[in-house]
């Protein structure tokens, strides 16, 4: 088997108002020249946590090996962009002429990669993971937009605001600049408590709306919010929902431990379908 290869890009994004990078890792049969005509590929977004950038997640997942040692992910084209300190929100103060985070990931990002790469626009070939703000961003995101994405995962997420709202004064300087003086966010886009019961009804009603996985660390900093996100969505009985406790701190996981933990989730759906 071939080697995947790892593009680096950077380029002006309107809805940040300045320049800013991704990573795409491809295929080995896209990197060697010997892609399929007309084949295309599922789509798998990354975000990394707080600070980090496009390289964290390359290099702290070896995203480079993925395929050598899964050869289940031989279709997947993983994209990683750079979220800095957003918790990919849509800033209302100072930063709105800018710095729409939210805006960038879930419009403009995508048709971004759906111009540059052979990806289907499906839901169901489409995911979208991340890690602690990461992870925040990738639950927010993914479950606000179920046209676009068919699966939808975080590992140690920042997976309650109005928690981290409310016990974390040392970041309310920063939050007000996203969500604004109020620091109101009940029952909008960024309650995830909201979002999912709205779900939870939209797949009652026969509409389609996006798998759930949600991991977290047994020593994990963040382990009151997701344990309480995890006890409100096990009772949202209609949505397609997995949850994973795994060993270790507020991480991907030990030696990416989660991430492996969540593939193997993202792939059953795949092989499930295939077997039909």
Same mark, same amino acid.
């Given at each position: 088997?071939?080697?995947?290869?790892?593009?680096?890009?950077?380029?002006?994004?309107?809805?940040?108002?300045?320049?800013?990078?991704?990573?795409?890792?491809?295929?080995?049969?896209?990197?060697?020249?010997?892609?399929?005509?007309?084949?295309?590929?599922?789509?798998?977004?990354?975000?990394?946590?707080? @600070?980090?950038?496009?390289?964290?997640?390359?290099?702290?997942?070896?995203?480079?090996?993925?395929?050598?040692?899964?050869?289940?992910?031989?279709?997947?084209?993983?994209?990683?962009?750079?979220?800095?300190?957003?918790?990919?929100?849509?800033?209302? !103060?100072?930063?709105?002429? +800018?710095?729409?985070?939210?805006?960038?990931?879930?419009?403009?990002?995508?048709?971004?990669?759906?111009?540059?790469?052979?990806?289907?626009?499906?839901?169901?070939?489409? /995911?979208?993971? @991340?890690?602690?703000?990461? +992870?925040?961003? /990738?639950?927010?995101?993914?479950?606000?937009?179920?046209?676009?994405? +068919?699966?939808?995962?975080?590992?140690?997420?920042?997976?309650?605001?109005?928690?981290?709202?409310?016990?974390?004064?040392?970041?309310?300087?920063?939050?007000?600049?996203?969500?604004?003086?109020? !620091? &109101?966010?009940?029952?909008?886009?960024?309650?995830?408590?909201?979002?999912?019961?709205?779900?939870?009804?939209?797949?009652?009603?026969?509409?389609?709306?996006?798998?759930?996985?949600?991991?977290? @660390?047994?020593?994990?900093?963040?382990?009151?919010?997701?344990?309480?996100?995890?006890?409100?969505?096990?009772?949202?009985?209609?949505?397609? &929902?997995?949850?994973? %406790?795994?060993?270790?701190?507020?991480?991907?996981?030990?030696?990416? &431990?989660?991430?492996?933990?969540?593939?193997?989730?993202?792939?059953?759906?795949?092989? @499930?379908?295939?077997? %039909?």
């Amino acid at each position: 088997m071939g080697s995947q290869s790892v593009i680096r890009g950077e380029f002006y994004s309107e809805a940040l108002g300045m320049m800013t990078r991704i990573a795409a890792v491809l295929p080995s049969e896209m990197s060697s020249g010997k892609s399929v005509r007309n084949k295309k590929y599922r789509t798998l977004y990354i975000f990394d946590g707080a @600070g980090g950038s496009r390289e964290n997640p390359l290099r702290d997942l070896s995203l480079d090996t993925l395929e050598r040692t899964r050869k289940d992910c031989s279709d997947l084209i993983i994209i990683v962009p750079e979220g800095n300190f957003s918790f990919w929100t849509d800033y209302v !103060l100072e930063y709105r002429y +800018g710095h729409q985070y939210y805006t960038y990931a879930t419009e403009e990002l995508i048709s971004i990669v759906r111009n540059l790469f052979p990806v289907s626009e499906k839901p169901e070939d489409t /995911a979208i993971y @991340g890690c602690s703000m990461g +992870g925040w961003g /990738a639950f927010m995101c993914g479950l606000n937009n179920p046209q676009t994405y +068919g699966h939808v995962g975080a590992q140690s997420g920042m997976v309650d605001m109005q928690w981290a709202i409310d016990v974390r004064p040392f970041m309310l300087t920063k939050h007000r600049r996203q969500f604004g003086d109020d !620091l &109101y966010i009940t029952g909008g886009r960024y309650d995830l408590y909201s979002v999912t019961e709205k779900l939870n009804q939209a797949k009652k009603e026969g509409r389609q709306v996006p798998r759930i996985y949600q991991g977290w @660390g047994m020593e994990d900093y963040l382990m009151e919010p997701n344990e309480k996100m995890h006890e409100h969505l096990q009772k949202l009985t209609n949505l397609d &929902y997995t949850a994973a %406790k795994i060993p270790g701190p507020h991480s991907w996981g030990i030696n990416g &431990y989660g991430f492996s933990v969540f593939l193997d989730w993202l792939n059953k759906d795949r092989v @499930g379908k295939e077997e %039909k």
